[in-house]
């Protein structure tokens, strides 16, 4: 056998076993099949936001979203709003009810049994106090100095908005107008006001 005939041979063989390769179904690698999954799984996420946006919000929302700028970290506050099980953290804040004549006093009252009745939030937080500021009357948040060196700006605000965004979703917080905050570059504490 001459050295051409053995490579023809070879060759021959070669392109057939490209052809059964071509021809068998590739199997998926982990990867890809892990990458396949997650897209899937975004697909299902949006189209369940598209029939919510379509069927517009279910309740007005009273509590009013501090502003925490745009991008990663609201759609991180969305998704927790989202997951979270509102009844299961007002009990471990020992939020039981809010009263008061007027939403602010309401949203003292969530505030301070939360302070109260829960060892971090007590870490992080004294007792709200209701300050004037011209006309407007203004519930602040003070921090301690604990919460000052562990929580920054913005989780100083989100932890409280948390609190009181879960006291509305559970019934515990009813507001007649509603409230909002202070932009961080009024202050660097939650504060409060009562939306006219």
């Known amino acids: ?116 009745n829960n060892p971090i939030m007590a870490d992080a937080y004294k007792a709200p106090v209701l300050t004037t500021s011209g006309e407007k009357k203004i519930l602040k948040v003070p921090v301690t100095n604990d919460g000052r060196q562990e929580l920054n700006i913005r989780n100083r605000h989100k932890f409280v908005y948390l609190t009181l965004e879960a006291a509305e979703k559970t019934g515990l917080l009813n507001l007649k107008d509603g409230v909002d905050f202070l932009s961080f570059s009024q202050t660097d504490i939650p504060a409060i006001f009562q939306k006219n």
């Open 1 to 116: 056998m001459s050295f051409k005939a053995l490579d023809k041979m070879i060759r021959s063989a070669a392109l057939d076993l490209l052809k059964e390769q071509q021809e068998q179904p590739k199997e998926k690698s982990a990867y890809e099949k892990a990458t396949e999954k997650y897209d899937e799984k975004k697909a299902k996420e949006k189209e369940a936001k598209e029939k919510k946006a379509k069927e517009g919000p279910k309740s007005k929302q009273k509590v009013g979203v501090p502003g925490y700028g745009s991008g990663r970290f609201k759609r991180f506050l969305e998704d927790l709003g989202k997951s979270d099980n509102p009844s299961l953290l007002m009990k471990e804040l020992g939020v039981s009810s809010a009263s008061g004549a007027t939403d602010l006093d309401k949203v003292a009252s969530v505030l301070r049994q939360a302070i109260r």
